[in-house]
């Protein structure tokens, strides 16, 4: 990774289709490393998984049981927590090797591992600081939302008559309908806008030093400021990128359920069960394939918002500390 003799250099700020093109570049050049990377992420996602077949099965064959599984579960879920913890972890060490090299400043691996390692956690906390920040924003999108629409049809169906009637008031319908339509549409827009003003939360936290998890997230909320649409322009075009890899899953999916259609009955449980898995499992596959294409995205992203807002007089990391 060091020893790379084309590094995808960026002198310049970039425009939407340029940072799409140095993400696939990025991706392409380090693509060994950055999907063992993403390997190695996915399989701690997947652990929790595999630990959590066990379990259901003490529940399944031996529900009275509860002593263990009172003591299966909080462990689990623990677990859980550390290979999210991990799988985060190993993401954004995609984005910091992707950013050395957009900064001509690259590391190795083992360099770069070990200094967001170290910061595991944070990763962590920032990603359910971001989950509550999102959700709370969703919840109250939501309840503004059914206020609005009860108060205008409530207001409207007495405008026209009311709702009582023994045929309905197809304008009260018709414009109850439109006015519910809009806000989704406007509710979907602003909470695009929101994830967009959060894409790049990890990346701060995996290159700046002195910065935690709360920092991150402001510091993601602060170089995005003016840029959101921009950002959900360069998402859009990445996630039209991605479709092939998800048809792909899609398609060897629905071979494999056919394939156990032959042998086994699509009612049986067995069926659902083994199909369930393969589901996952192909999906896990696909995301290894897809992880480092965003990273590199949102390292892409970050380099560009810096450029902008900093100039390029930008250092990786303090090489004397």
Do not use: H
């Given at each position: ?17 340029n ?64 290979g999210f ?6 993401s ?35 990603a ?8 709370g924003?969703?919840?109250?999108f ?6 609005v ?18 045929e309905?008031?197809?304008a ?8 519910s ?5 406007l509710?979907l ?31 993601s ?35 494999m ?54 100039g ?9 500390s």
């Amino acid at each position: 990774m060091a020893d790379n003799p084309n590094p995808p250099a960026v002198i310049q700020p970039l425009s939407v289709g340029n940072v799409v093109d140095v993400a696939i570049r990025l991706y392409t050049t380090n693509a060994k490393s950055f999907l063992g990377i993403a390997a190695i992420g996915t399989l701690w996602i997947l652990l929790p998984m595999v630990v959590l077949i066990p379990i259901v099965l003490i529940l399944v064959q031996d529900g009275a049981r509860t002593g263990i599984l009172w003591l299966m579960i909080p462990a689990w879920l623990v677990l859980l927590l550390y290979g999210f913890a991990k799988y985060l972890t190993n993401s954004a060490l995609i984005s910091r090797l992707s950013f050395g090299e957009l900064i001509n400043q690259p590391e190795t691996v083992v360099e770069a591992r070990r200094y967001t390692s170290s910061r595991m956690w944070s990763f962590l906390l920032a990603a359910l600081l971001v989950g509550l920040i999102v959700g709370g924003i969703t919840i109250g999108f939501y309840l503004v939302a059914a206020i609005v629409i009860g108060i205008v049809v409530a207001g409207l169906s007495l405008a026209f008559g009311g709702l009582g009637g023994s045929e309905p008031n197809f304008a009260v319908i018709a414009v109850g309908i439109l006015l519910s339509l809009t806000l989704i549409v406007l509710i979907l827009t602003a909470l695009c806008w929101f994830l967009a003003r959060f894409a790049i939360v990890e990346v701060p936290l995996a290159i700046e030093n002195g910065v935690g998890a709360s920092d991150s997230v402001g510091r993601s909320w602060a170089l995005t400021k003016g840029a959101a649409m921009r950002i959900l322009l360069i998402l859009v075009v990445a996630f039209l990128i991605t479709i092939p890899v998800q048809f792909v899953v899609q398609v060897v999916v629905a071979i494999m359920q056919g394939v156990l259609a032959m042998f086994i009955s699509t009612s049986s449980p067995t069926y659902i069960s083994i199909v369930t898995l393969v589901a996952y499992m192909v999906g896990l596959a696909g995301s290894i394939v897809v992880i480092p294409f965003w990273q590199a995205i949102k390292a892409a992203i970050y380099y560009d918002l810096r450029s902008r807002r900093e100039g390029l007089g930008l250092q990786l990391r303090d090489r004397t500390s």
